[in-house]
């Protein structure tokens, strides 16, 4: 039953590393030049995805607000001012980007930028891990043979 377990979750984890480079091909083929908040994928009214690259760092992005698309700025422009806006998050570390900008209104504004290396790496381990052990099991049958 393990055995199965395993076998059907390395399965779907190779499907979901599929995906990804899917996902990065088709993020690396955007033309530069497209404004990032006119083409995205709404999951909810709160929610939307998009893809994107500058050279080989293929990026997925989830942001809030479609209006104004994913936050990518710094926030300078806030500094100082006793009426502004509340910010949190940090800047592009090691291929994670996360900013959050809240208003005294209530509204907010928030970008979360994940380089594609990160899922694509993570997709890999179980297949890897179902390789290697199918590869052992095979030198201990090869080994029982002689």
């Known amino acids: 039953m393990v055995n199965r377990l395993f076998n059907l979750a390395s399965l779907l984890s190779a499907i979901a590393f599929c995906v990804v480079v899917v996902a990065w091909v088709a993020a690396a083929g955007i033309d530069p030049g497209i404004d990032p908040r006119k083409q995205f994928l709404s999951v909810s009214p709160d929610f939307h995805v998009s893809l994107g690259a500058r050279g080989a760092d293929a990026r997925v992005k989830v942001f809030n607000d479609s209006t104004y698309g994913p936050y990518a700025g710094s926030i300078v422009g806030f ?12 800047g592009d570390f090691a291929g994670v980007y996360y900013r959050m900008i809240r208003w005294p209104n209530g509204s907010s504004l928030w970008t979360l930028s994940l380089s594609l290396f990160y899922p694509l790496l993570a997709a890999s381990a179980l297949p890897i891990a179902w390789r290697v052990r199918r590869w052992r099991r095979s030198r201990k049958g090869f080994a029982l043979d002689r």
């Open 79 to 90: 500094a100082g001012d006793p009426n502004g806006p509340t910010t949190s998050g940090f």
